[in-house]
């Protein structure tokens, strides 16, 4: 079974410009995360979608950072304009389900973003 | 929100000894998770607990759920060469307000074996 799949996976930008990750799920999971991973810390969750509709953004900065699953399959994270407190890793993970059953979620190998 | 306490932060062990680990909140949780991770790569689930009390294995390793639900531990034992990296505790909430299923984790132990 194929993992969870992202690019790129390194990416340096200076600030004020954007960037975009990608992610594609394991297939058949239908809830897919996006985490952000300072250097020295556990993964944050930014946003969780179930299919195509967002379940939880609540730690999403909405005024720069946006996520999309148009298709309840793969899935984009955009950062615009950069700051130098973005740089971080960028993961993403799947799941089967969703809300209560979250726990068993699998990884991919992130994205690391390095803002100038 | 929740906020977990894992420690140590950093460990040396030599090759063969045992080595702990733990995981301490404020706030209870459903769920205990146990992830390790590689350098340049994302966290891989090593044992997942799901009952207060639980103790479960995955060859060396075990993993325990408090009774109080508030704390979890990590025992590995005769560690090797190729259990260095950083072990992650993580807590699902039990769903009591906004955000509370999500998964929160803890700071990471980095653990290295000398041989």
């Known amino acids: 079974e194929a993992g969870v799949a992202q690019s790129p996976r390194y990416k340096i930008i200076e600030k004020r410009q954007s960037v975009a990750f990608w992610c594609n799920p394991i297939?058949?999971?239908?809830?897919l995360y996006w985490y952000q991973q300072i250097l020295g810390q556990g993964p944050k969750l930014l946003i969780q979608f179930q299919n195509n509709g967002v379940v939880d953004d609540s730690q999403l900065p909405k005024d720069r950072f946006s996520a999309e699953r148009l298709k309840g399959v793969d899935s984009t994270l955009k950062i615009q304009p950069a700051k130098l407190e973005d740089s971080a890793v960028y993961l993403c993970?799947?799941?089967?389900?969703?809300?209560?059953?979250?726990?068993?979620?699998?990884f991919g190998p992130g994205t690391r973003l390095t803002v100038t | 929100g929740q906020q977990l306490n894992q420690s140590p932060q950093s460990m040396f062990i030599q090759e063969g000894e045992d080595v702990s680990m733990n995981c301490t909140s404020s706030s209870i949780f459903n769920t205990w998770l146990w992830y390790k991770q590689d350098p340049g790569e994302g966290p891989v689930l090593l044992i997942a607990?799901?009952?207060?009390?639980e103790l479960t294995s995955n060859g060396r390793l075990t993993a325990q759920f408090g009774i109080t639900r508030k704390d979890s531990f990590l025992n590995i034992s005769a560690s090797i060469p190729s259990d260095v990296g950083i072990y992650f505790c993580a807590g699902q909430g039990d769903g009591s307000g906004a955000g509370s299923y999500q998964l929160t984790f803890g700071k990471g132990t980095k653990l290295s074996v000398i041989p």
């Open positions: 297939s058949g999971h239908a809830t």
């Open positions: 993970a799947s799941s089967l389900v969703g809300q209560e059953y979250s726990y068993e979620q699998y």
């Open positions: 607990l799901y009952k207060a009390g």
